[in-house]
Nanobody, 122 residues
C-alpha cells in the first residue's frame, strides 16, 4: 500500500510561483511513475505532468515552459514547480502514482493523494 500526501498549495497572484510537494510512504518501490493532475470546478481532471523513475518527463501543452516536475528518491518526494501562474491554473492539484505509465497517464493510477488547492487571483 502507498500513501501520497500533497502540500504547498495556496493563493498566489497572477505571474507568481508555487512549489507543490508530494511525499510518498508505504510500499514505494512500486512507484515507477508519478504524476500531477489537476481539476478545476466544473471541468474534467487534467494530467499536468508525469515523471518516471528514470527521470523521463512529460507535460501538458497548457503548462509547458512554466512548470517543472521532479522527484527526489532519497526523500520519496515529488515536486511541481509552477511559475508564471495564470488564473486558469486555479484547481485542486493531485499527486498520483502507479507502476505503469500508460495506466497512470490514462487517469487510472492505483494511488492518489487528497489534493491541494491552488488559487491564482489578484
Amino acid at each position: 500500500q502507498v500513501q501520497l500526501v500533497e502540500s504547498g498549495g495556496g493563493l498566489v497572484q497572477p505571474g507568481g510561483s508555487l512549489r507543490l510537494s508530494c511525499v510518498a510512504s508505504g510500499t514505494i518501490f512500486s512507484l515507477n511513475v508519478m504524476a500531477w493532475y489537476r481539476q478545476a470546478p466544473g471541468k474534467q481532471r487534467e494530467l499536468v505532468a508525469s515523471i518516471t523513475s528514470g527521470g523521463t518527463t512529460n507535460y501538458a501543452d497548457s503548462v509547458k515552459g512554466r512548470v517543472t516536475i521532479s522527484r527526489d528518491g532519497a526523500k520519496n518526494t515529488m515536486y511541481l514547480q509552477m511559475n508564471s501562474l495564470k488564473p486558469e491554473d486555479t484547481a485542486v492539484y493531485y499527486c498520483a502514482a502507479d507502476p505503469t505509465l500508460s495506466k497512470l497517464t490514462a487517469g487510472r493510477g492505483d494511488y492518489w493523494g487528497q489534493g491541494t488547492q491552488v488559487t491564482v487571483s489578484s
